[in-house]
């Protein structure tokens, strides 16, 4: 699993954040119903993203607990503005 606890969190952070703001879309009294059609439909797709990564979320949590998954770190290895990693000129 290439997930880790605080990645799965900070989707689902961005998700509820993204729910919030469809919402109030439906709110608008200058929107029409096309527009709040399509923020229902786009709230029922984010619904079924949240609820899946929450799934996942438990499943890891308790996968580590029971020692049935282990965390791994995933390091980032960056090559721009390196001099070491730029071609010598000849």
């Known amino acids: ?14 998700i509820q954040l ?3 703001h469809m919402k109030e879309q439906l709110e608008r009294k200058d929107a029409g119903e096309d527009h ?3 923020a229902r439909e786009k709230l029922r797709v984010m619904d079924i ?7 996942e979320l438990t ?4 996968g580590v ?4 998954a282990a965390l791994k770190i995933y ?3 960056k ?6 990693y730029r071609k010598k000129r000849e």
């Open 1 to 14: 699993m290439a997930e880790t606890l605080g990645s799965l969190t900070d989707k689902i952070s961005i």
């Open 18 to 20: 993204k729910i919030f």
């Open 36 to 38: 709040k059609n399509s």
């Open 49 to 55: 993203q949240k609820k899946d990564l929450e799934e």
């Open 59 to 62: 499943d890891l949590f308790y």
């Open 65 to 68: 607990a029971e020692g049935k």
């Open 75 to 77: 390091r980032q290895f």
């Open 79 to 84: 090559m721009y503005n390196d001099p070491a």
